[in-house]
């Protein structure tokens, strides 16, 4: 069992949707990472978060330590929000980073 | 303009045949890593640094040597490569590894193949 699971793997839209991207993790972590992988290949930082709740634009980013889930959501989605979106997580070595496999979201004008 | 660069950003080459990626960045971060990104696989890391001449195994450290004796550099060595070593490579760095340090910067990326 992967430690890191995303849900789902791929999904595609209509502009304007509501869409949500989940991670679940099985290990303990010191904070979970949202990454945006364009189609060219290029990696940014979305949100670095270990409780509760950021926003940044469109894009929101909740974790529930408890229950071991975050969830990144996008509001009014856009085609060139079209990529893939990683979840990674902190592990109690905190260097150490584990990645889910990616959710590849397509959103069509 | 800070930034994480990776050298070189394509390289084939033969099995056996020793290599260097090289990652430089400008940021004055503490912390560095490298990971490898396989089909199906997702990213995985390789190794990480905590800072200067303080390096750690990832998940995947097998095949590969890093070194950090400056800050700013974080190369990864491939002693003796073999075609399962071929993969999109990257790099990343950040301030530190909390909240507020802990935002990750990317290079590019490298793509090795390895004949």
């Known amino acids: 069992k992967n430690e890191v699971e995303q849900s789902p793997q791929n999904l595609t839209a209509q502009e304007g949707e509501f869409i949500t991207i989940n991670c679940s993790y099985s290990v303990g972590i010191s904070a979970l990472h949202w990454l945006q992988q364009h189609p060219g290949g290029g990696i940014v930082s979305l949100f670095m978060l270990s409780s509760g709740k950021k926003k940044h634009g469109r894009l929101i980013a909740t974790i529930n330590i408890q229950e071991k889930h975050s969830s990144l959501h996008i509001t009014a989605s856009h085609p060139r929000d079209s990529a893939v979106y990683i979840c990674a997580v902190r592990g109690g070595s905190q260097g150490n980073l584990i990645f889910g496999k990616g959710t590849k979201l397509s959103v069509k004008p | 303009e800070a930034q994480v660069t990776q050298n070189p950003r394509y390289l084939i080459t033969v099995t056996g045949k020793k290599l260097t990626v090289t990652c430089s960045q400008n940021?004055?971060?503490?912390?560095m890593s490298w990971y490898r990104q396989d089909p199906g696989l997702g990213l995985r890391q390789i190794y990480y640094?905590?800072?200067?001449?303080?390096?750690d195994k990832g998940d995947v450290p097998e095949g590969y040597k890093v070194s950090r004796k400056e800050k700013r550099n974080f190369p990864l060595i491939l002693e003796s490569p073999s075609p399962n070593q071929t993969s999109l490579y990257f790099c990343?760095?950040?301030?530190?590894?909390?909240?507020?340090?802990?935002?990750?910067?990317f290079g590019e990326g490298s793509r090795l193949t390895v004949l």
């Open positions: 990343a760095s950040s301030f530190g590894v909390y909240l507020d340090t802990g935002e990750l910067f």
């Open positions: 940021m004055n971060h503490e912390y």
């Open positions: 640094s905590m800072n200067v001449e303080v390096t």
